[in-house]
């Protein structure tokens, strides 16, 4: 094992609490250790963060910066590092200058090892920021430097400068966005060298993915209601197309009983920032909300994504789900979409500039949307990723659609739409025909006349948007986007309306079935899961929450959900045990092991275990994290004296070589001579003045020495 590596792995145990890195990551950071640029492509929840992290970790003196879009993000990941006990903060110009001043002062002091700062307040310190000791630069949603991507920012562009300015300084830059064309824009543009790779899968298997066509407004929310209820200690987002969709969703959402708050671009900072925070504190469950929302959420704890509306394309819509399940726990994706969405989406694509590349795109997620096959081998085909096998967890794999001879069904909708002159109606007034709808416009048409009017009563409104969205999607028909979006027969569709050729169609299935198992569940309250794993598992989900709400923390930034289900699997009974669990460094178990080990203890109906050797290395890694005597006392509800006997026993098996914090020079050299002089006499006189716990750690000290 490299230097490197083993200083790496030390840290990332210690800070992070993990005890392997995963693919790639160690890679990264030895090629950013040896001063390589790099460049890391991992999907959301993907483990970037640790790739630049840890070598700021690494490198001595110096501090590590990190640019960042987004100030929620920058504080999110600060507070994240403050927690683990890594000294991080950010300076950007939403925040009293006067504290911006002392934050530099701190990393000019090399007191600070990551700091986060926008682009343009990075750019305008650029000079003055020469005498710093910079170890790295990390260029956070580095896919915002490229017109290719969907979320550009001219700021970013400047960002070459950085280059000029440090040539010998390495530069990570780090997305989720994997586009070739936005991959070869940020090296280029950030002029990286030889930059050291990392493109892992962009796969996240424990996300399932479904997708229902054009479910009424009333079977959404039931939908969403369902899910909220499924997962009551845990959150969700549900996206909306529009600022409109999104209050009203909230207000459904609420008046069903569900903590629901809004968030979009058309509320005052204020109002929004309340939204965040309760959704990020756990008190809303649910946020309804425009993709003005999530950029840089960090929150894991994260398990649905809804979308109302269909995005515009593939990456977006990744990216968004991408933040349900960031803990790798099971979550659930669901897409909602209907003409409508794409009608508005066509309009946004052609307003939008980029045209041409705006429309394949919007095609590319219809095809998602309207899937028949597995849905995460189109996903992961769209980021050239090859997949041979079905996923087994959409619910294209689930339940494989049954499909049946349409071609009588699209007679009728292709007649209608023949008999209505051919180029006159969109699928809209199509349906309302063939249902039979007499709706004034129609009845002015005189379509009530045609013979096909009401010739598909037999089928529901959604049964047949769902039809002929299949039949758009197989050629039946096209949509004339520049004629009002009306639809066209095709040539395949004038064979199948003169009975040429046949049509197969997959079933219909409605969007209530894939919560109807839920159902009673609902019903009758949240389930209670006779797994002890899980029955723990959510009572130590409430010990985060009043832990959280005492120590003034978010929920998540106390441990993530994967760490509490570890826990639930390991039930830690002391300190040392806790530190085995996945995602307990030593500074938050020193903070919040008491509680949880409580919550563990008594779950198994333990009393406290008061065996010496544990009690010793708890005090023994209470010490290293810097914790006092009397603190600790407190902590284990102990009596200092014994927190001191158990010192002195550490030093004398050689456990604790710094002595500096438990006694002074002064008082162990008063001590020592004591002894020396009169040892049968000593402690009667020492005990005038000293603690019988400190005349021991001095002893303890001496005869280590071997001065005793
Ligand atoms: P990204 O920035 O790519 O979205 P993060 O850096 O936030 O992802 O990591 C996602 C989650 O995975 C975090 O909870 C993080 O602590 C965890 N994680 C990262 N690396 C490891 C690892 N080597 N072992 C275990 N968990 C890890
Ligand atoms: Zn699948």
Known sequence: MSEIEQRALSLLSRFYGYRSFRPGQLETIEALASGRDAVVLLPTGGGKSLCFQIPALLSERGVAVVVSPLIALMQDQTQALVANGIPAAAIHSNQDEGYNRSVLDAAFAGKIKLLYTSPERLLMELEHWKHLNISLFAIDEAHCISQWGHDFRPDYTQLSRIKEEFPSVPVIALTATADKLTRDDIITQLRLRDPFCLLGSFDRPNISLRAYSNPGMKARMQFIANLARKYPQDSGIAYCISRDGAEKTCAALSAMGLRAVCYHAGMSADARNRSMRAFLDGSAQVVCATVAFGMGIDKSNIRWVVHNNMPGNIESYYQEIGRAGRDGLPAEAVLFYSYSDVIMQRKFAEESGRQGLNIEKLGRMQAYAEARVCRRRILLSYFSEERAADCGNCDICRNPPSRFDGTILAQKALSAVMRTGG????????????????????????????????????????????????????????????????????????????????????????????????????????????????????????????????????????????????????????????????????????????????????????????????????????????????????????KLSTVHSHLANLIAEGMITTYGTLISRKEYETIVAAMQADRAKAYETLSETFSRGIIDIALAIARVKGVL
């Open 423 to 638: 180029t006159n109606i969109g699928v809209f007034t199509l349906i309302n025909i063939l249902r039979g709808a007499r709706r004034s416009d129609i009845v002015r048409a005189g379509y009530h006349t045609i013979r096909t009017f009401g010739a598909g009563i037999d089928l529901r409104q959604e049964e047949w948007t769902d039809y002929i969205g299949q039949m758009i999607q197989l050629g039946v028909f096209e949509i004339a986007y520049d004629d009002a979006n009306h639809l066209r027969v095709t040539p395949l569709g004038m064979r199948i309306l003169k009975g040429e050729e046949k049509l197969t169609l997959s079933t219909y299935v409605p969007a209530q079935q894939g919560a109807k198992g839920r159902k009673r569940a609902v019903e009758s309250g949240p389930e209670i899961s006779a797994d002890p794993v899980q029955q723990l598992f959510g009572q130590l989900k409430a010990v985060r929450t009043d832990v959280a709400r005492k120590e003034g923390l978010l929920p998540y930034l106390v441990f993530s959900d994967a760490t509490l289900l570890d826990m639930a699997r390991q039930r830690p009974a002391d300190i040392d045990e806790l530190l085995q669990v996945s995602g307990v460094g030593e500074k938050k178990a020193v903070r919040f092991g008491k509680y949880f080990i409580a919550a563990v203890r008594k779950f198994e109906g333990l009393t406290a275990r008061q065996d010496t050797g544990a009690s010793l290395r708890e005090t023994l890694v209470l010490f290293n994290a810097g914790v006092s005597p009397s603190e600790i006392a407190e902590i284990k509800k102990i």
